[in-house]
């Protein structure tokens, strides 16, 4: 009797497996695909801006600091989505310690690079409306391309710097299962003397990701839109025509710096 319990028990699970088994196919294939076409669209979408930009024609400051955001978007795009696919499908973290620290490290730094060029890209903008508008424009080529070299050295030490709460305490450890099997996972493990460290990251991370860096963008772009405001003023208007297309040509450009502070609140959210 025992004995055609188990056999009828193996059956039942063999039967279960065997039902289980194009189901989890078809949803690792799925996932597989899925992220495959972000990574070709992202690298494709990425490297043809760089590649744009190289371009003697197009290599203006705004356009460098949007090549530092591609080149930051190929670098997350390298460092998270593989390691993200390969964790989902295997459930189990088999790139050991290093790059357990390493992954998250660079994860976030693109993230900081992100938010932080977006305000010196805003910052830029404005400055060049300044400029014009009081026409100062008595510095050198080289002594601009220095400054933007420097700046987009500093947004990467400070980016390096702002990620290392997120690497620092983390480590491979062994999980059990529901089914009481043991798989490694990257997890932060906080250190015994600061329990609630991770709420404190958390905490800094939404200031010096979120926050801060839009409250900044928002300032200045609203700062822009006065001061595009002030430009057209100055403007002679001769007749009604002129009137009304200048004053269409002001909203245009007010709404499309509320949707550029919009877009830029968003892509810092997600």
Known sequence: MNETMNVSQTLDTNDWITDELPELLLRNILIAFSYSLIVFISLCGNLLVCKTICTK?????????IANLAFSDILMTIFNIPFTVVDILLTDWIFGQWMCFLVPFIQACCVYVSAFTMVVIAVNRWQSIYQTKY?????????????????????WIL????????????????????????????????????PNIQLYITIITFATQYFIPLSISAVVYIRIGFTMASLGNVCSVVNEEQRNELSYKKRRRILLLVLIVTISCLLHFS
Do not use: Y
């Open 57 to 65: 024609t197009t290599r203006n400051s705004t356009n460098i600091l």
């Open 135 to 155: 026409r100062q424009r008595n510095q050198s080529i080289d002594n601009i391309w220095s400054k933007l070299i420097a700046v987009i050295v500093i947004i």
């Open 159 to 194: 980016a390096a710097i702002h990620s290392i709460p997120h690497t620092v305490f983390n480590g491979v450890v062994l999980m059990e299962t529901e089914d009481n099997q043991e798989i490694k996972r990257c997890r932060t493990i906080p250190p015994n003397c600061l």
